[in-house]
């Protein structure tokens, strides 16, 4: 039988974004230097708790062999690099009582910095039980909306997700994430969310992974009309500014390097998920090689603040920049 987390990855990994909004933007370098590159701090907190470095491996996969292989491999390289991992939507377990594609992550790295997901068109239960098998550090609730309608097999009601979103709010006693899939999220959803109760979010922008391209794959009649759906990832940031102070940002969506992870932090973000980079990375290399690549983003961002004159994620929303393009459009906009 095919299984649609496997799709999911298979087409994940197809798709190339034409446009990414981080090549839109330019940061302004300083000549001399404030700081050592030892001086530099990566360190940053959000949803109640510190984190060593701002970079984290965002919501993939769970829900078949090969997810939790890739599970199991990321996980592997989360723990040895003291990074957190977040697993892909716990629904897939809690259909499948047999299923420890998620599970297995605790078992095998008891000590990792770990968060899990689930949908917003499911009861504040099916978190509850999440939790209780992973005892996570927060749970993210994503909002996919037109996921769900490209999907063949899709939900085709969504009155109800504003009111299950109050209830796991109400309900679930850890951080609550609301979380986009790579559409975007603007001010009017954070209004919204703010209103509920959800003071962090992660606004995961166009740029990588679509999920309209990927349902588009496994439909008979493709709407790939709406492949680029959504907005990017550094216009969500842009429009989210002003709330930078009030709530806490995440940002995701089409993170290929430490400098686009840099350009996010410089937008305000608190911290900054990677899904498709790290999943291509997971399916070619062995876990040592992966290791390897983490550590070296890690020098790297400290290579760009030092070069940026800040000594910490605090200091780099002090610095200047310049926009391009669709996205220098999108800013002068009111909407
Ligand atoms: C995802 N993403 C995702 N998000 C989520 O909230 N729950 C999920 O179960 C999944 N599943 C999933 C599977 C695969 C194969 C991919 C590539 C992605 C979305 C992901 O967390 C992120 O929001 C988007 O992928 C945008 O980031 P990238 O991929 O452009 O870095």
Request: proline share 2%; net charge negative; aromatic share 8%.
């Amino acid at each position: 039988m095919k299984n649609r987390k496997d799709d999911h990855i298979k087409y994940a990994l197809e798709h190339e974004s034409e446009y990414n909004s981080f090549d839109d933007v330019e940061l302004i370098h300083s000549s001399i230097p404030k700081y050592n590159l030892d001086e530099i701090d990566l360190s940053t907190h959000f949803a109640s708790h510190d984190f060593e470095f701002p970079f984290f491996i965002n919501a993939i996969t769970g829900g078949s062999e090969n997810a939790k292989k890739i599970n199991q491999k990321l996980a592997k390289v989360a723990n040895e690099c003291n990074l957190l991992f977040v697993t892909g939507s716990y629904s897939a377990a809690l259909k499948n009582s047999d299923d420890d594609s998620f599970n297995i992550v605790k078992k095998e790295n008891p000590n990792l910095q770990l968060a899990t997901n689930i949908g917003i068109d499911k009861n504040y239960t099916a978190g509850i039980a999440a939790i209780k098998a992973l005892n996570p550090l927060f749970l993210q609730v994503h909002v996919n909306l037109m996921q769900e309608l490209i999907m063949p097999e899709g939900s085709r009601n969504f009155n109800e997700w504003e009111n299950n979103l109050k209830e796991f709010v109400q309900n679930i006693e850890i951080p609550i994430i609301l979380k986009e899939v790579g559409f975007g999220m603007t001010e009017d959803t954070i209004k919204q969310g703010i209103k509920l109760g959800i003071k962090t979010f992660d606004i995961s922008g166009r740029g990588g992974t679509s999920f309209a391209f990927i349902e588009n794959m496994r439909r008979e009649n493709s709407l790939d009309y709406l492949n680029n759906w959504g907005q990017t990832t550094v216009a969500c940031l842009l429009n989210l500014k002003d709330y930078t102070g009030k709530v806490e940002i995440i940002a995701s969506g089409g993170v290929r390097n430490p400098l686009d992870m840099i350009k996010c932090l410089v937008l305000g973000a608190k911290a900054v998920g990677l899904s498709r980079t790290i999943l291509e990375l997971a399916v070619k290399y062995d876990v040592e090689n992966i290791i390897k690549t983490v550590e070296n983003w890690k020098t790297e961002c400290k290579m760009i603040m030092c070069a940026l004159n800040a000594k910490n994620i605090k200091e780099l929303q002090n610095t200047k920049y310049v926009l391009y393009g669709k996205t220098l459009e999108f800013s002068i906009q009111k909407f």
